[in-house]
């Protein structure tokens, strides 16, 4: 039987595909080929967390040793079976909920990333609390729970709106508007 479902975007069939790979598993799809092996979105279990991508032949020695290689796994989304649309994904993903990255430990790329706006100013508990909460929303994002995603942001501008908080209501409709508007064209690659 085939069937087949409709999603809001190229980077939501992206992730419903990985989703649907990693529950039923298909014989074809999960066999290394070429030496060649799908990649994976992982959020490290560290003080200040951070999202990297790894190789599937390489996830299972991270998983082993990671208090060895410094990264403790907290979540693991994937596989991916095309590297390049995930890392674009992640680049899109990036300019609405900034995060940090692999790299984050340098001090110089940190700082050049929050410059542009992609990494987090973490000062104090108030920032830190709300890095969390990006990184949740990023979880849920590659959950595939868009629609949740959405009516939380929409709760939380209200409630902003409501506080007379309106610079975090103005920065929280931006995400609403990036996430419902996000360019499929940036993920179609002719390979």
């Known amino acids: 039987t085939i069937t ?5 975007s190229v980077l939501e069939a992206i992730i419903l595909e990985s989703n649907l790979i990693k529950q039923h598993q298909p014989y ?23 999202i990297i991508t790894i190789r599937g ?3 299972a020695m991270f998983k082993e040793n990671s208090l060895d290689v410094g990264y403790p796994i907290k979540h693991i989304f994937g596989p ?7 890392r674009e994904a992640l680049s899109i993903i ?7 990255d692999e790299k984050a430990l340098q001090k110089s790329h940190d700082t050049f990333y929050q410059t542009l706006g992609l990494s987090p100013k973490i000062t104090d508990e108030p920032s830190r609390a709300a890095y969390f909460e990006t990184l949740r ?3 849920l994002f590659f959950e595939g729970k ?5 009516s939380e942001l929409e709760e939380s501008m209200k409630q902003a709106a409501a506080q ?23 993920l179609i690659k002719a390979e």
């Open 4 to 8: 087949f479902e409709e999603t809001g």
């Open 28 to 50: 074809y799809n999960t066999k290394e080929k070429d030496n060649k092996s799908y990649s994976f979105v992982v959020i490290t279990n560290e003080e200040l967390p951070r």
């Open 57 to 59: 032949r390489n996830l």
């Open 80 to 86: 991916f079976p095309y590297g390049s649309l995930m």
């Open 94 to 100: 990036r300019k609405i909920f900034p995060f940090r």
């Open 137 to 139: 929303h990023i979880k």
């Open 146 to 150: 868009s629609h949740a995603l959405r």
């Open 164 to 186: 007379e908080n309106f610079e975090e209501a103005a920065r929280i409709r931006k995400q609403l508007f990036a996430l419902s508007h996000i360019e499929d064209i940036a």
